[in-house]
């Protein structure tokens, strides 16, 4: 566990094997506890939980921004540089299919950030950022 307090998050999954698949084996998350309709994962020494949760769900907004369509709602983690780069490079070796692409932000500028997002097998968006200087994380 880090210092700063750890968040918990229920994702809905529509099926436990292909969130085993992509949260276990492609992000290489640790499992936790689970059951017949959820797992729990140790996202970073944060607890994210797949729930089975059939049915339909609710449509995806989107929100301009860099001239991309970022997804809402998503949820992800602030890595090192070094581990964002780890992580796309395991994303691609799984030919994981991501709604936008590894990419820097404000670079040369307060807030520089590599960013990227994709959707996990239920269609969940997850970001991934690196602050250059993680001081920098509110900067104006």
Do not use: C
Not at 11 to 21: F, H, M, N, S, T
Not at 81 to 107: K, Q, S, T
Not at 128 to 138: H, I, L, N, P, T
């Amino acid at each position: 566990m880090t210092t700063r307090p750890a968040f918990h998050l229920a994702v809905p999954v529509d099926d436990l094997d292909r969130a085993r698949a992509f949260y276990g084996g492609v992000l290489g998350l640790t499992e936790g506890r689970s059951a017949d309709a959820w797992v729990d994962w140790d996202f970073h020494g944060h607890q994210v939980v797949t729930h089975v949760a059939p049915g339909e769900r609710a449509p995806r907004a989107h929100n301009p921004v860099d001239g991309h369509d970022v997804p809402v709602p998503h949820f992800g983690l602030l890595l090192t540089v070094g581990g964002f780069h780890e992580l796309a490079d395991r994303l691609r070796a799984a030919r994981a299919e991501f709604v936008i692409e590894p990419y820097l932000r404000f670079a040369g500028e307060p807030g520089e950030q590599w960013t990227m997002f994709l959707l996990d097998p239920a269609g969940n968006a997850l970001e991934f950022k690196a602050f250059r200087d993680e001081s920098q994380v509110f900067a104006r």
